[in-house]
């Protein structure tokens, strides 16, 4: 692919990356509100209890299928049709598995309404099972507006039937209904815009090169997943239920943050290196323009959620929640390298070294672990600031196997990450200045996001930010094209 084809697809899929991901949180936020206006905290109890064991199916029925087709250097009719099958079979098998197991969950919880409950909502990962190959294509071929909008659209349709169902006094069937409606409407869209279809074929030997790839995503799923409960987990054991709820609620809204932009970085950042991965010089030149284009969003959009967390916090949860805005704030430091390490496990997966990314991901998990164990004696703000220190120095083990990998230096890297760094810094910090003054709550939070937006935007023009100017000329473009029409 030329390169200003590929640089016009990478733009367009940034943008929809990013509509697709911002979309579905804020989707997400809102109905969740809804939700827990209508529903009681028990009625979440009853789902979030078999949540674990639904995530945990879901990660090995997808079975880390869609970057492999994502990476996969040639790729066929039957290699999809073989994907659908096996994840099909594997869905299945683990579904039925967990129907039996439905009556012991529930006598484990002793809560026997769990078990229809439980039958129901584990359809929710063999539903999503089968949209694996679908999304692998949309990826693969950087169709990022077709897989944002069937995002969008699943999150709202099941949305508002998880709500029809709540306002009908269902209880807690309603998050059950909205979670098995967002998998089966997901799933019909991606088969929609995909233009593949399923064949009564299977291929062995492209389910057997493929599995090597696919289990090292299966790794670094669960480790995650697992170390994300675990944190939560420890807390509640050293400092008791209302400590972890402060930190629930702070880390709901950073990971929205992150997880937004990560998931606009994930759209693109995979299937564009990938395409460039014979031409050593032009991996990285693309590498570093996506550290750039991360950078410049990830660091001002993160760290101003710190500089907002107080005002978010009161309007959205109520003063009683203040205790999370402390937590909130440090998570947010850390939070904005989080984009930054998701590309750098794109780069890994792209260029054929899955295994740095899975033994990087199980090895910064250890080590913040064993941070969390050695300094929860210190108090919450120490064990959390120990734990977002591991996360940022690790950026630098990331670095130094891209740099065996492919040649990346370190000093690109911090020449196109730290104008983003220190202009964010100076512009957040003139901006908490300038509205010190400022009480009434609602004029503080819009007076913060208004005034670092114009100065972050002069600053960077000032600086002649790449990125700046290529936004600028894109939004140019597409205005032409519309007054054109």
């Not at 949305?159 to 089966?184: M, R």
């Not at 100017?469 to 939004?475: D, F, H, K």
Request: proline share 3%; with cysteine.
């Amino acid at each position: 692919m030329a390169e200003s084809d590929l640089k016009k697809k990478t733009a367009r899929g940034l943008i929809w990356g990013g509509i697709g991901s911002g979309g579905m949180q804020l989707l997400n936020l809102a109905f969740g509100i809804l939700l827990s206006r209508i529903l009681s905290p028990g009625d979440y109890g009853m789902v979030g209890a078999l949540t674990i064991f639904s995530a945990v199916a879901g990660i090995f029925t997808e079975s880390g299928f869609t970057l492999a087709i994502v990476n996969r250097k040639e790729i066929s009719q039957s290699d999809y049709s073989s994907v659908f099958w096996f994840n099909l079979a594997v869905g299945a098998g683990l579904y039925l598995a967990l129907f039996f197991l439905a009556v012991p969950i529930a006598d484990f919880y002793r809560t026997p309404e769990m078990v229809p409950l439980a039958r129901f909502l584990f359809l929710s990962f063999f539903i999503g099972a089968l949209g694996t190959a679908p999304s692998g294509y949309l990826l693969r071929n950087l169709k990022i507006r077709q897989r944002s909008q069937s995002l969008i659209i699943a999150v709202a349709v099941s949305g508002c039937a998880g709500i029809a169902c709540a306002l009908a006094g269902l209880a807690y069937w309603g998050i059950a209904v909205q979670t098995v409606t967002y998998s089966l409407v997901l799933t019909v869209l991606l088969w929609h815009y995909a233009s593949v279809r399923p064949a009564f074929v299977f291929s062995r030997a492209a389910i057997a090169d493929m599995l090597p790839f696919s289990i090292k995503q299966v790794t670094v799923a669960l480790f995650n997943h697992f170390n994300n409960n675990f944190f939560a987990a420890l807390l509640g054991r050293f400092y008791g239920m209302k400590t972890t709820g402060f930190y629930t609620q702070g880390n709901k809204w950073t990971a929205m943050g992150y997880s937004t932009l990560s998931g606009m970085i994930n759209s693109v950042g995979q299937p564009v290196i990938r395409r460039t991965v014979e031409d050593r010089e032009r991996l990285i030149r693309v590498f570093r323009k996506l550290l750039r284009f991360t950078a410049f969003i990830s660091f001002p959009a993160i760290l101003g959620l710190a500089i907002v967390a107080r005002e978010l916090i009161v309007i959205t949860v109520t003063d009683k929640w203040l205790p999370a805005v402390a937590v909130m704030q440090i998570l947010c430091i850390g939070g904005a390298f989080m984009p930054l390490t998701t590309l750098y496990g794109n780069l890994f997966n792209s260029i054929g070294r899955p295994s740095v990314y899975m033994w990087n991901t199980v090895a910064i998990g250890l080590v913040q672990t064993g941070a969390v164990l050695l300094t929860y004696p210190y108090g919450l703000t120490v064990m959390l600031s120990v734990y977002v220190a591991v996360n940022i120095v690790w950026l630098f083990i990331w670095q130094f196997f891209a740099h065996r990998s492919t040649g990346l230096r370190l000093r690109d890297v911090l020449a196109d990450i730290l104008p983003s760094l220190l202009a964010t810094v100076a512009v957040l910090t003139a901006t908490l200045v300038i509205t010190r003054p400022i009480t009434e709550i609602w004029l503080s939070l819009v007076s913060k996001i208004l005034i670092a937006a114009i100065l972050y935007t002069i600053l960077m023009w000032a600086l002649r930010s790449d990125i700046l100017r290529e936004a600028v000329r894109l939004l140019r473009q597409q205005k032409d094209k519309n007054d054109n029409v």
